[in-house]
Every structure is written in C-alpha cells, then in structure tokens.
C-alpha cells in the first residue's frame, strides 16, 4: 500500500498511529499511576520544581486500602457484577427468542413489530429516567437491584434482538426443515438446532450487552439510594467526593479497579465484541 | 437423537399444537420483550407526557396545566443557553469524531505487526465505564494540579495554568475533547469493518489508472463507505445528544450553566430540586429533535444505499 521513501511511511503511517494510540491510552496510566502514588507527591503545584508527575518511586497501596476499609467498594464491585449478568441473560433470552421470531416465522405485523423494536433502540435513557423513576417507587422497586435488573433490558433487548436476526437470516433453513421431517416441534427445532449454530452471536451479544450495563450510569444515579445499593460508577462517584473535596488517589483506585472486571471479560472476547459492536452498526 | 426420540406432533397435547402454530409461537417468543420494553420504554414515555403537562414535584400529584412547562422553558434563558450548549456539542464533537476515525480506520487498515493488539487497546476508551474513565481527564484537567498544564508549561507553550473548568469556554472544550476521546475508538472500530469490506482490487485498477491517494480516497473509498458512516453517524449522534455522564462529573453543567446539556439540566430541576414536571419537560423536549434526526438520517441512508 504505501509506496516510496521510509520518511513517507514515518510520517503517513508511524507517527499519526503512535499519537493515536498515546493519547487513547494515556488517561487509563494517569489513572493508573495515580492509584500508587503517595499523597505528598499527588498534590503538588502544578509548576513545583524538580518534579516528575510521569512516575513515582515510592508506590504505595494506601489509596487501595482506604478504598477497601473505607468505602463499600467490594460490595459495589458484587452488585454492579451480580446486576450485570442478570440483565444480560434476561436480554439475551428475550433477544434470541424475538429475534428468532422475528427472522424466522412468518407472522402478521412481523415488519412493524421490527421496526418499533428498532425504534426503542435509538431512545436514549436520558430520555426516560425521570417518569421512569417515579415508575419504578410506585412498583417498591426502588432502591434494590431489581429496578436495575429489570431496566437495563429496555437498552439492551433492542440491540440483541437486531444482532441476533442478523445472525438467524444467515442460517440456511434446510437446516431447520430437516429437523422438522425428522419429527421436532418449532420449539425443539429453534432451541435445539438454529440456537446452538447461533452461540457466537450469542455470545457478542453477551459481551456488548455486559460492557453496557457495566457503564450505565443514570438510571443507576436516580434510582439507588443507600451506599450498600450502589453500583461501582455511582459509589465512586457519590462516596469519594465529599462536598467540592476530591479523594483523588482513592478515586483513582476506584476506577482502575472498577474498570478490571470490565476489561478482562472484554479481553478474552475481543473479537466477538468487535463483531457485536460491528454487528449492532450493520444490522 | 433427543430430538428425533420426542415424538411426532400427531397426538401430541394441546399446549404442544399451539406452538407449532407460527402465529402463536411468534406470540410467544415476542412475549417476554413486549412486556418489558411495554412496561419500561412505551408505559414510561406515556407517563412523561402526561407529567410534563402537570405542575408535579417529589410527593406531589400535581394538578394539569396544560402546556405551561413548556411556556415556561420557551421563557427560560438557560433553556436557550442549554439548547444552543448541546446542538454545539453535539455538532463539534461529530464532526471530529467522524474525521479522526476515519483517519484511524485508514491507518488500522494497513497490515503491520502487532495489529490485533493495538485494535484492542484502541477500544478501550469506548469500554472502560464512560463516569470512571471520565474522572481521570476531570483529574487531569484540575485547576492546580494539571498534568497537562504541567507539560505545556515544562514545555514553553504556556506560563501560567490553564483554569480548563472554571472557564464557559475552556469548560465546554473540555468536556468536546472528552467526548472526542470517547467516541474516536468506536467510529474507528465500525469504519474498519466498512473498510474491510471494500475490495483491495477496486483501489488497485484506480491506482494502476493513474489515481492519486487522495483522489482514490474521495471517487472510491468514501462513496463506498458512506452507507456505513451514516449509521455510525446516526447511532453517535444520539447519544452524543442525549449526553449526561461526561457532562455530570466534568462540571455538573457549570460554570454559570455553560456546559448544561439537555439531560444535565434536566437532572438538575427533575432531581436535584424535585420539580418532576419541568424535568420531565425538558427531556422530552429532546424528543422531537431526535426524532427529526433519525427521520432525516434514516431517509439518507435509504437514498444512499439505493444508489
């Protein structure tokens, strides 16, 4: 692809890429460096001499410990966890069976059902948190996981069920048919023949759906309360800042140690959530 | 084997022939969606409208006022101020967004060592929870602490701090260049997909013609690429929109409201101050524009795929 001299591969190609990606990733070191770094170094002046704010020598894990001591951090890792896959799997079995139905089956209004699921798709939550919360007191959902459990589907489905009928139309139904001649229901023939071919779709679907509810953040915000409720974005955010007084070496802890779950799921599945994430765009 | 053991469909009970029927089987898969995008999504939408027509607060049932909130707002200067804040935002950060992923889908889809790594990490911003990685730029952004202060000033550009927060201006660049660092990975990501389904050999007959790399750029690869930019643009322009996280811990839509969004302030006057209806008011005001984008956007994208 590239032709001519090595200066032009340098400037075309090394240095752009390289700027990209230092920049990309340079908040998640700041983030990093920060979490192991003492507090006498942390608040220096911004123009303090003999100064390198780039590493530090004399780590330490005090922010770490106070995160744990402290704060209900463990408790908030388990809930945002616990309420993550809960809402991922309510998602992906509604996904898959309505995108199954909706790819498969031959039904009236089969179109317009699509489209009004593809519609929910682009309402954003900011949209909705607030009927939305006085929705969930009046169901004595607030302030427990379940309203949580129960909302992040509306997010999610959509988006399921659009990569899931991506994945479906592909499947050949001979497939199914010859199943159907060997004497399986509808039902055996979708859950024991056209799902198993399905499993990586499935599975980006899981992947992106689990990063989502991971980084949700309003719906969480509004409607838990109490600090042993919260999810780990909302706890950091309303349990290390006291009045206008920021923890910083805590809270950077915080969202280095809040971000790990998220990023090695993310890393071993690499692929099937670029092909989700990919997947969700193409439809 | 376990399949072919269960039996035939003759004889089989009621509940069992029901299900083979397609209508009815259809019904049921969709069942379970339908009740909670009908319980959360359509339920609520019909809650917030009738809200936004009432005077309610927290605790308060509130009488029907017809469309006063709305009057309201229409004589609300931060209102005007919050809409010209996000169609700005939203505008900006697009507009970057597209080019630079663009610019990087480019550079990603060259073969070189080590590429499948670097397109991992590349995602990262997009992964990480948007509130945790959004409190290290608000860190590095601190009016007395800045490590980007601390370079530029280490680096002659400039000799006295940069108060990024404190400033309209400043505050609103800030939270674009957040909201730019956010979204780059994913544009990136979804263009690399596009670009990857353009054929090698289309680029080449034009290079053995005779055309430049940028004329190559412009009558092969962008026209061929456009179906896909559109939707990216589409998906990103919504949420860009409908904002609230970067905004809510960057400045909380300060200073003096100059970084409100639509979502931020309607958090402040819906939850911060308890007036349900003003907030509920002002969500929905986003409504008609979103819609006015996805309708545009949409016809667009048909236009262009039919082309």
């Known amino acids: 692809m590239i032709e001519g001299a090595i200066w032009r591969r340098w400037v075309f190609f090394r240095i752009p890429l390289f700027l990209f990606i230092l920049v990309l990733l340079f908040p998640f070191y700041w983030m990093a460096i920060t979490s192991f770094r003492p507090d006498g170094e942390l608040y220096r002046p911004w123009n303090a001499i003999n100064y390198n704010p780039f590493w530090t020598w004399k780590p330490t894990l005090v922010h770490v410990q106070y995160l744990f001591r402290e704060t209900m951090f463990t408790t908030w890792l388990w809930n945002t966890m616990l309420i993550a896959l809960a809402s991922t799997a309510i998602s992906l079995v509604c996904g898959v069976f309505a995108g199954y139905a909706l790819s498969r089956l031959n039904f009236r209004f089969a179109g317009l059902l699509?489209?009004?699921?593809?519609?929910?798709?682009?309402?954003?939550?900011?949209?909705?948190?607030?009927?939305?919360?006085?929705?969930?007191?009046?169901?004595?959902?607030?302030?427990t996981p379940w309203s949580l459990i129960l909302t992040y589907p509306t997010f999610l489905i959509p988006f399921c069920t659009w990569l899931m009928m991506g994945y479906f139309k592909a499947i050949p139904r001979e497939l199914e048919e010859c199943a159907r001649i060997d004497g399986a229901s509808r039902w055996q023939a979708m859950l024991y023949i056209i799902v198993p071919v399905a499993v990586p779709g499935i599975l980006s679907a899981g992947i992106f759906a689990f990063t989502l509810s991971w980084n949700e953040f309003i719906y969480a915000l509004v409607f838990l309360s109490s600090p042993e409720q919260k999810t780990v974005p909302v706890g950091v955010v309303s349990e290390l800042i006291r009045g206008d007084v920021f923890f910083w070496g805590p809270l950077m802890a915080g969202a280095l140690l809040g971000s790990i779950p998220v990023a090695l799921v993310y890393s071993f599945f690499v692929e099937h959530y670029v092909s989700g994430l990919t997947g969700s765009v193409k439809g | 084997m376990a399949i072919i053991a269960a039996g035939t469909v003759v004889g089989a009970p009621p509940r069992r022939r029901l299900l083979e029927d397609e209508r009815w089987l259809a019904m049921m898969l969709l069942l379970p969606t339908a009740v909670l995008l009908g319980l959360f999504i359509a339920y609520p939408f019909m809650r917030g409208i009738v809200l936004a027509v009432t005077d309610a607060r927290v605790g308060i049932a509130g009488e029907f006022v017809g469309l006063g909130n709305f009057e309201r707002l229409a004589s609300d200067p931060i209102f005007y101020q919050v809409v010209w804040n996000t169609v700005l935002y939203t505008a900006v950060t697009t507009v970057f967004k597209l080019a630079l992923g663009l610019w990087l889908a480019l550079l990603l889809n060259r073969s070189f060592r080590g590429k499948a790594y670097v397109?991992?990490?590349?995602?990262?911003?997009?992964?990480?929870?948007?509130?945790?990685?959004?409190?290290?730029?608000?860190?590095?952004?601190?009016?007395?602490?800045?490590?980007?202060?601390?370079t530029m000033y280490q680096l002659s550009i400039i000799n006295r701090p940069i108060n990024w927060l404190g400033d309209g201006d400043l505050a609103m660049l800030s939270i674009i260049i957040v909201n730019i660092w956010r979204g780059v990975p994913f544009f990136a990501i979804s263009l690399l997909a596009g670009l990857q389904t353009i054929s090698p050999d289309l680029n080449e007959a034009a290079a053995i013609d005779g055309a430049k790399p940028l004329q190559r750029f412009w009558y092969i690869t962008w026209p061929l690429l456009l179906p896909v930019t559109m939707v990216v643009v589409l998906f990103s322009v919504i949420q860009t929109f409908a904002d609230f996280q970067i905004v809510y811990v960057m400045t909380g839509g300060g200073p003096a409201n100059a970084t409100h969004l639509f979502a931020?302030?309607?958090?402040?006057?819906?939850?911060?101050?308890?007036?349900?209806?003003?907030?509920?008011?002002?969500?929905?005001?986003?409504?008609?524009?979103?819609?006015?984008?996805?309708?545009?956007q949409l016809l667009y994208i048909r236009r262009v795929e039919i082309r």
């Open chain 1, 114 to 143: 699509g489209t009004g699921i593809f519609i929910t798709y682009l309402v954003p939550q900011t949209l909705l948190f607030i009927p939305l919360s006085e929705i969930i007191r009046n169901y004595r959902l607030g302030d």
């Open chain 2, 119 to 150: 397109r991992a990490f590349i995602l990262l911003p997009f992964i990480i929870p948007t509130v945790l990685s959004t409190f290290a730029w608000k860190w590095m952004f601190d009016p007395t602490f800045s490590v980007l202060n601390w």
């Open chain 2, 264 to 296: 931020t302030y309607a958090y402040q006057l819906g939850v911060g101050t308890g007036l349900l209806s003003q907030g509920a008011a002002i969500s929905l005001a986003m409504f008609p524009i979103l819609f006015l984008i996805v309708v545009v």
